[in-house]
């Protein structure tokens, strides 16, 4: 008997949870167009015009016929020059053979997670964490595990969390909602628990460029005996603006790359080699031009907490890296998110939507003009009052 309408769909994909983030993006800019003026402080873009030195490297190797497949690895130059940053950062040695290009750091964590994971594998995520680890985690039949590190982490609770069927940590550092940055012992910790259970861990740094005090920041790869089990993925969103562009690249054992590499073949082939060539221009910019991008960050977040710590019922901590904040908002973070958007026109992230731990806080991104900013504090000491 035939039935009307639709097929099924995938329990996988009907089951997920949307992103947090693109949701409110959606919503912010369903109001934009119908008029309402909203002050944007839920953005995960940094929203730095890309270098135009990013722009002519693109618009060359396009001109230079750059626009046909290319190797699905990634440009040998690229993966060269990935590879030579990797190892001056972390001070361990990567080859190109151990860098996969990828379209941005979420397929980067997409195809380590598809490279390891097997159905009904448990991976722990710091809780709170990135919107789209536990559904990744899903999509391939594993089960997120969060334990909560909301401003440190337990280590005994941490390992209490692994059981037979843990297969993978995830490590985000510095950590999108909160801007914390895991100590060396903090990820030492992590790493012994991962060697003693044979366990990978996926270490996403995408904000690695955006830590105030540099020498402060420690990557995970770096650990003694830690490069063999740790899946980097990074990406040039963050770093350069580039949000848009969708590249990125994970850096793993060579084999797991290998693994990787299948899938990129059977799914999206390549980057665009002209966005790759983008890439490459952007990683030789010099140093100068990334710090002051953090620098701008620097100072907003300086701006951002002192008002915040001025309106009464916000206690907000002054994160070491990101461009986000996470204040204390002692209530209901959906409600008040909701009541943000409503009836100050301020767009912020609840902070449950990154986890049970993120609970009673928002995430507000400082990706805003530093009017944005300064109207959002007035609008937020006008509706609440002052701290006493
Ligand atoms: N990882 C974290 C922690 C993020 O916050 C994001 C973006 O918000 C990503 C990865 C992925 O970014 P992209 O795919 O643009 O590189």
């Not at 693109?22 to 944007?40: D, Y």
């Not at 005090?213 to 770093?239: F, I, M, W």
């Not at 990125?248 to 980057?271: D, F, R």
């Not at 806080?361 to 805003?368: D, E, P």
């Amino acid at each position: 008997m035939t039935k009307p309408g639709m097929p099924a769909l995938a329990k996988r994909v009907t089951g997920l949870a949307g992103s947090a983030t693109v949701e409110m993006s959606e919503r912010v800019r369903q109001l934009q167009a119908a008029g309402r003026k909203i002050l944007p402080l839920a953005s995960g873009d940094p929203g730095l015009p890309t270098h135009p030195d990013i722009i002519a490297a693109a618009h060359r190797a396009m001109v230079d016929g750059l626009t046909h497949y290319g190797p699905a690895a990634g440009l040998p130059a690229l993966r060269q020059a990935i590879a030579a940053r990797l190892t001056e950062r972390s001070g361990v040695a990567y080859g190109p053979p151990e860098v996969l290009v990828t379209p941005g750091g979420k397929f980067a964590v997409f195809a380590a997670m598809l490279s390891v994971l097997e159905a009904g594998d448990e991976v722990v995520l710091l809780d709170p964490c990135w919107v789209s680890y536990g559904p990744c985690v899903r999509l391939f039949g594993g089960v997120p595990v969060p334990v909560p590190t909301l401003d440190g982490m337990d280590v005994d609770r941490m390992a209490a969390a692994v059981t037979p069927r843990t297969r993978m940590i995830v490590v985000n550092s510095p950590v999108n909602p909160t801007g914390r940055v895991l100590g060396r012992d903090e990820l030492a910790a992590l790493l012994a628990i991962a060697e003693r259970h044979d366990l990978w861990l996926l270490f996403d740094q995408v904000y690695a460029d955006m830590v105030f005090a540099p020498a402060t920041y420690c990557a995970l790869q770096s650990l003694e005996g830690a490069k063999g089990r740790t899946l980097v993925a990074d990406s040039l969103s963050k770093t350069y603006g580039m949000t848009g562009w969708r590249v990125g690249y994970l850096a793993a054992p060579e084999g797991a790359v290998k693994a990787a590499l299948k899938a990129v073949q059977h799914s999206i082939y390549c980057v665009p080699p002209f966005i790759q060539a983008a890439a490459e221009a952007a990683l030789k910019l010099p140093q100068s031009v990334v710090d002051g991008y953090a620098e701008l960050f620097r100072r907003r977040r300086d701006r951002g907490v002192t008002g915040l710590n001025r309106v009464r019922g916000i206690r907000c901590a002054c994160p070491p890296a990101t461009f986000y904040l996470f204040p204390d908002i002692q209530g209901d973070d959906r409600a008040v998110a909701s009541e943000w958007l409503d009836v100050l026109s301020i767009a912020a992230l609840p902070g449950s939507a990154f986890g049970p731990a993120g609970a009673g806080h928002l995430r507000l991104s400082l990706a805003c003009s530093d009017e944005v900013l300064e109207e959002a504090l007035a609008r937020l000491t006008a509706h609440y009052g002052r701290q006493e």
